[in-house]
């Protein structure tokens, strides 16, 4: 099982909707959570990070996290065509060799 | 644009060339991290520097050989390289509240594009 689990996309949504990105994790001891979003030839973005259990909002991004789960999201609201970029997932592990793990991304396709 | 910044954006070398990528950070921050992303791969954890002492050395074989000089600066020296070394290398930064270990929130570096032959 991988640490870090992504649907590699590519999600299509059209602009004005709500897309809808998710991601999984192995490690059960994780406490910290970062959405990164990363264009085409360019280096990651921070945009988002969560620790506790429930919903974080910053503008049209939506975080959400649930640990007994061990499923985090990120939504976007009112989707628009500059969104569309790769979305990677980071989780910490804390379990043995403390690393950030990245996901491999999911691919997001904004139609205008 | 981020405040950290690496040089150079593209590098091509041969097997048996010795190079070295940089990284500089304007952000005040006291760890910095080398990360290493190939195509279809996820993003790959090198090395992490906190407080400018190594802390992690992810496996990385000895012909990668990092640098910190100082909190503001981060080098890797590359020697005798192989074609599959060829990939994105990402410099990042956080700041890490005291006691505490490092992967918090990172800012990324643009990237060296490295190209071995």
């Known amino acids: 099982q991988k640490e870090v689990e992504q649907n590699s996309g590519p999600l299509s949504v059209p602009e004005g909707a709500i897309a809808s990105l998710n991601c999984t994790y192995s490690?059960?001891?994780?406490?910290?959570f970062f959405w990164y979003r990363q264009y085409s030839g360019k280096s990651p973005e921070l945009i988002m990070s969560?620790?506790?259990?429930g919903d974080k909002e910053d503008g049209r991004f939506t975080a959400q996290l649930n640990k007994a789960s061990q499923y985090v999201s990120l939504l976007i609201r009112d989707s628009q065509p500059s969104d569309s970029a790769t979305y990677l997932c980071?989780?910490?592990?804390?379990?043995?060799?403390?690393?950030?793990?990245f996901g491999t991304g999911t691919r997001l396709l904004v139609s205008p | 644009e981020t405040g950290v910044t690496q040089t150079p954006r593209h590098l091509v070398m041969g097997m048996t060339n010795k190079k070295s990528l940089k990284c500089e950070q304007h952000?005040?921050?006291?760890?910095m991290y080398w990360y290493k992303q190939s195509a279809k791969k996820p993003l790959e954890l090198m090395f992490v520097?906190?407080?400018?002492?190594?802390?992690e050395n992810n496996s990385v074989p000895s012909r990668f050989s990092p640098e910190c000089p100082n909190s503001s600066h981060l080098f890797l020296h590359l020697h005798t390289l192989q074609p599959e070394d060829s990939a994105l290398y990402l410099c990042?930064?956080?700041?890490?509240?005291?006691?505490?270990?490092?992967?918090?929130?990172?800012?990324f570096g643009p990237g060296t594009r490295l190209t071995v032959l």
């Open positions: 969560i620790y506790s259990n």
């Open positions: 952000l005040g921050h006291n760890a």
């Open positions: 520097y906190n407080f400018k002492e190594q802390t």
């Open positions: 980071a989780v910490k592990i804390e379990t043995g060799f403390q690393k950030l793990v």
């Open positions: 490690d059960r001891g994780s406490q910290s």
């Open positions: 990042a930064s956080s700041q890490v509240p005291e006691g505490l270990a490092a992967f918090n929130e990172q800012f």
